[in-house]
């Protein structure tokens, strides 16, 4: 059976997150405690408890979400053993992905994930930036859109190609929302600005990519039990030696994910299990190829779900 795992970013996070699986598996409970001590302060209880206006700071929010979606991984392999094909994760995803495939260590990952989160708030100044959902335009139309909103020293750009009409821009909060406006007048009506601190996978990033530089440098990068794909290429990447370079430019390159997902499809995935909170990529999943079957794995009914039902494929 092939099956691949997939890992949500930075977007899904809510109060309460993991906190169900943590009471109920203790190999979940065990990956919140590495994660405290990891970062020398109770991010199990931030996860747990909020409050959400703390939870939300991408410090926060990115090494949250890497603890949920690897304790919902150890909670469902305490009930089956199961080995993927191939992982992806959507932008901070990508780090779960690759502790999943035994590449980063937890603790090493999760203090790397925070400095990544202070940086790329750091790198660019409150409300200059932002990113906005362009609904219903194709990708063709979205790069030239960009290219007449970017004038007047502002910079707007791709940056998630997540599925068939879902492509989110990124850059100055004023050629944003230029795009978006063009997109709304070319047939997009559902294009929406997005509520990011900071407009992320843009040029803007640069200061963010340049201080990871360091940070991923003291990293050590095991060999990869399996193919992570990465988010720059959408391809699948089984060389630990491209995995720091792979993490620095994701920073200001665009996320591939729809690329990504067809790598997967022409690898043969028919099924995908989600770990952590929210159903995001199962959603986007749908619109890309509603032949993948996607599993949960967010809650103890969802692992017991996914469970029974990939037992009984056994």
């Not at 929406?192 to 940070?215: C, N, Q, Y």
């Not at 028919?270 to 990529?281: N, T």
Request: a neutral charge; hydrophobic letters at 45%.
């Amino acid at each position: 059976m092939k099956i691949a795992w997939l890992f949500p970013g930075q977007g899904a996070q809510k109060v309460g997150m993991g906190a169900d699986l943590a009471g109920v598996f203790p190999a979940a409970r065990q990956v919140f405690e590495e994660a405290d001590e990891a970062l020398g302060f109770g991010l199990s209880r931030l996860c747990f408890e909020g409050p959400e206006e703390e939870l939300r700071l991408t410090a926060n929010t990115q090494p949250a979400t890497l603890a949920t979606s690897i304790a919902a991984l150890r909670a469902l392999q305490s009930q089956i053993k199961l080995t993927p094909e191939v992982a992806a994760g959507h932008s901070l995803g990508e780090y779960s992905a690759l502790v999943a495939a035994g590449a980063l260590s937890l603790g090493d990952a999760l203090r790397a994930v925070r400095a990544r989160g202070q940086l790329m708030q750091e790198a660019c100044p409150a409300g200059q930036g932002t990113m906005a959902a362009l609904i219903g335009v194709d990708p063709a139309a979205v790069s030239q859109l960009c290219n007449e909103a970017s004038r007047d020293g502002e910079v707007v750009v791709p940056a998630n190609l997540n599925a068939p009409g879902q492509i989110v821009v990124s850059g100055h909060a004023g050629a944003v929302r230029r795009a978006l406006e063009a997109a709304k007048a070319a047939g997009g009506s559902a294009s929406v600005e997005l509520k990011v601190s900071a407009p992320f996978h843009s040029p803007l990033m640069e200061p963010a990519r340049r201080g990871m530089t360091p940070v991923l440098d003291q990293l050590g990068v095991r060999p990869l039990d399996f193919g992570v794909i990465a988010n720059v290429t959408g391809e699948v990447n089984r060389d630990a030696g491209r995995v720091k370079a792979l993490l620095l430019e994701q920073i200001v390159a665009p996320v591939r994910w729809e690329e990504s997902m067809g790598t997967l499809v022409r690898m043969g995935g028919e099924e995908a299990i989600e770990f952590g909170a929210g159903r995001v990529l199962m959603g986007l999943m749908r619109r890309i190829n509603r032949g993948v079957k996607v599993y949960q794995a967010d809650t103890p009914a969802a692992i017991e779900a996914t469970v029974k039902a990939l037992t009984a494929k056994a």
